[in-house]
């Protein structure tokens, strides 16, 4: 109860409050790269513009992957970002499980002069759209 009266009496502040969260989130995810549907990215894959590179862990990566994507987990990024240097010219394409971490991913590479999309809606997307998968 003593929530809404706060609420009901500091309206204004509680406005600026959400809309600054609101910017804060906007700003975080434009640094990460943009995000683009599954149909954008196999026109990106088709078109010799763009590489895939998973951020997902090894064994998640076995189970299930686009068909030349690179694996280089989130956690190994910092080390490994150098075997992706071949790439500058080609859009990194951020391919992760349900789509919600390649955002710390994006903002490193983006930090490193990599142009960089993200998968929306990461391998959880892609397979309910029934697009091929390799196990391996």
């Known amino acids: 109860m003593d929530f809404f009266i706060f609420i009901s009496e ?6 600026v409050l959400l809309m600054l ?21 196999t026109s990106l894959i088709n078109n010799d513009q763009g590489v895939l590179v998973d951020v997902r862990s090894s064994k998640e ?24 240097e071949k790439y500058s010219d080609k859009t ?19 930090a490193a002069g990599f142009e960089v999309r993200r998968l929306q809606g990461g391998m959880g997307e892609w397979r309910s759209q029934s697009l091929p998968v390799v196990v391996a």
């Open 21 to 41: 969260i609101y910017l804060f989130a906007f700003t975080e995810q434009k640094k990460a790269g943009k995000q683009i549907s599954v149909h954008d990215v």
């Open 10 to 15: 500091q309206w204004v502040a509680v406005s």
């Open 92 to 110: 990194l394409v951020l391919v992760d499980k349900l789509g919600q971490h390649s955002a710390s991913a994006g903002r490193k590479l983006k």
């Open 61 to 84: 990566y076995q189970s299930g992957h686009i068909a030349n994507a690179i694996n280089i987990p989130l956690a190994t990024l910092d080390a490994r970002i150098v075997e992706l």
